[in-house]
């Protein structure tokens, strides 16, 4: 059965940074795609950023700059560097997997991301 984990979240100001790690667990995931979803209150959840098999990847403008995302197939982790942070990053962040970055099928339970003003 497949597990994603995800950690690293919590409370900083505008301006900081936090690493969103993601452990996933139940098969071998170097051939698929990985990728970071966010879901604010009330609105709907958007890709953050996404990560194929050979690294490449896509973000979101919101992110561009900011984010970076990497995994390290040896430890079947994928990573979500934030660096400056802003309130309107505030969400709960999930992880999701999949053959590729349109076909997430397996998610994670979501790490909540909260930035102050």
């Known amino acids: 059965q497949v597990h994603l984990v995800e950690s690293g979240g919590g409370l900083v100001q505008a301006g900081g940074s936090l690493r969103l790690s993601c452990a996933a667990s139940g098969r071998t995931f170097s051939s698929w795609s990985m990728g970071w979803y966010r879901q604010a209150p009330g609105k709907q959840r958007e890709l953050v950023a996404g990560?194929?098999?050979?690294?490449?990847?896509r973000y979101a403008d919101s992110g561009k700059g900011r984010f970076t995302i990497s995994r390290d197939n040896a430890k079947n982790t994928v990573y979500l560097q934030m660096d400056g942070l802003k309130p309107e990053d505030t969400a709960v962040y999930y992880c999701?997997?999949?053959?590729?970055?349109?076909?997430?099928?397996?998610w994670g339970q979501g790490t909540q991301v909260t930035i102050s003003s």
């Open positions: 999701a997997t999949g053959p590729n970055w349109f076909s997430f099928i397996y």
């Open positions: 990560i194929n098999s050979d690294g490449g990847t």
